[in-house]
T-cell receptor, first 114, second 114 residues
Framework: DSGVTQTPKHLITATGQRVTLRCSPR?????VYWYQQSLDQGLQFLIQ???????AKGNILERFSAQQFPDLHSELNLSSLELGDSALYFC?????????????FGPGTRLTVL | GDSVTQMEGPVTLSEEAFLTINCTYT??????LFWYVQYPGEGLQLLLK?????DKGSNKGFEATYRKETTSFHLEKGSVQVSDSAVYFC?????????????FGQGTTLQVKP
């Protein structure tokens, strides 16, 4: 158990819908990262927050947005869903923002868009 | 930009065989290098890391050395077990700025047969 929790574990929805994925980082970790794992794209970085502020952005679509709240939990919002958005979405956390720090990964949310 | 290339899998070995999974990287700065492991149905776990050239990371019998001259970070284990069957990801931390985002290779599936 990494200490990072993600809900829900599975999500099945239809094209055009909007969903929210939730992540609670390990106690004491200020940095939260979101990654997408799909068969064709592999594991890709989406976005990073540090202590409530956006720190880095990767290949995140404009239909996707995220935020980190004062209690440090984070939410990833996916809207106007398409079939290609079906993937495993991981949240990870680390103590700070340095690249030397280990990131602890949650179990992931599997999103299926029908 | 930075990138990671891993040997393609799947890799199938008999128990107690020697394991090597090749990983090479391209980076403009001085990234940290990581190996993560993903067991079926689980999130990623850090296996080992190295933060500077010539560092050797090791854990659970696995080891990898940060080779700047060959831009490589190959994973090795002297004697694999059935329980080592998993997907292995080589990753580097972003070398361009003060973010911790990880760039992953495509992953290598290891299957160990008794």
């Amino acid at each position: 158990d990494s200490g990072v929790t993600q809900t829900p574990k599975h999500l099945i929805t239809a094209t055009g819908q909007r969903v929210t994925l939730r992540c609670s980082p390990r106690s004491g970790d200020l940095s939260v990262y979101w990654y997408q794992q799909s068969l064709d794209q592999g594991l890709q970085f989406l976005i990073q927050y540090y202590n409530g502020e956006e720190r880095a952005k990767g290949n995140i679509l404009e239909r996707f947005s995220a935020q980190q709240f004062p209690d440090l939990h984070s939410e990833l919002n996916l809207s106007s869903l398409e079939l290609g958005d079906s993937a495993l979405y991981f949240c990870a956390s680390s103590v700070e923002t340095s690249g030397r720090n280990e990131q602890f990964f949650g179990p992931g949310t599997r999103l299926t868009v029908l | 930009g930075d990138s990671v290339t891993q040997m393609e899998g799947p890799v199938t070995l008999s128990e107690e065989a020697f394991l090597t999974i090749n990983c090479t990287y391209t980076a403009t700065g001085y990234p940290s290098l990581f190996w993560y492991v993903q067991y079926p149905g689980e999130g990623l776990q850090l296996l080992l890391k190295a933060t500077k050239a010539d560092d050797k990371g090791s854990n659970k019998g696995f080891e990898a050395t940060y080779r700047k001259e060959t831009t490589s970070f190959h994973l090795e284990k002297g004697s694999v077990q059935v329980s080592d069957s998993a997907v292995y990801f080589c990753a580097l931390s972003d070398s361009s700025g003060n973010t911790g985002k990880l760039i992953f290779g495509q992953g290598t599936t290891l299957q160990v047969k008794p």
